[in-house]
């Protein structure tokens, strides 16, 4: 059995609890959402707006904050000493613990897909990344769908 739940760098909430009790369990997960709507691209490194054409409720139109931005440039200097784009090394990080057996990517473009499938041959993380990574999304939580998680 696999249970899909929300799941990035940015939305951890699978770690509290679920990921072990997946594990025990000998369950898997398929994360839906790890380039967290695309703000885990180079979409919003700008000036923090996606210019994009097809427009999604589920994430705001506003620019993000500062330190929302701060995080994901952040985030990409990480994947830059990499050698891999920010959606590569967030999909390479989604991927990481085995208990998430595959992750949902909704590529638009070829490119997108190619780009994507490329994060599978990235280095693997050391602890000094996963730590930096860790203190930098420590500080944001997207979790677009909690509201409807409650209903």
């Known amino acids: 059995m696999i249970h899909q739940p929300s799941y990035s760098i ?4 699978t770690e509290a609890e679920l990921n072990d009790t997946l594990r025990t369990s000998g369950l898997g997960a398929i994360a839906f959402t ?3 709507q695309g703000l885990l691209t180079d979409k919003y490194l700008g000036d923090g707006t996606a210019d994009r054409a097809q427009k999604r ?3 705001s ?5 500062a330190d929302g931005l701060k995080i994901l440039r952040g985030l990409n200097d990480i994947a830059k000493e990499r050698g891999q784009s920010l959606a590569q090394m967030a999909l390479q990080w989604t991927l990481r613990d085995p208990v998430v057996v595959s992750a949902l990517i909704g590529a638009s473009r070829t490119e997108q897909l190619d780009e994507n499938i490329a994060a599978l041959n990235g280095p693997a993380f050391s602890d000094e990344e996963l730590s930096r990574i860790d203190a930098l999304s420590n500080g944001i939580d997207v979790d677009l769908w909690a509201s409807s998680s409650t209903l």
Do not use: D, T
């Open 10 to 13: 940015l939305n951890r909430w």
């Open 61 to 65: 139109e506003k620019p993000l904050s």
């Open 57 to 59: 409720g589920s994430i």
């Open 34 to 36: 790890p380039l967290a």
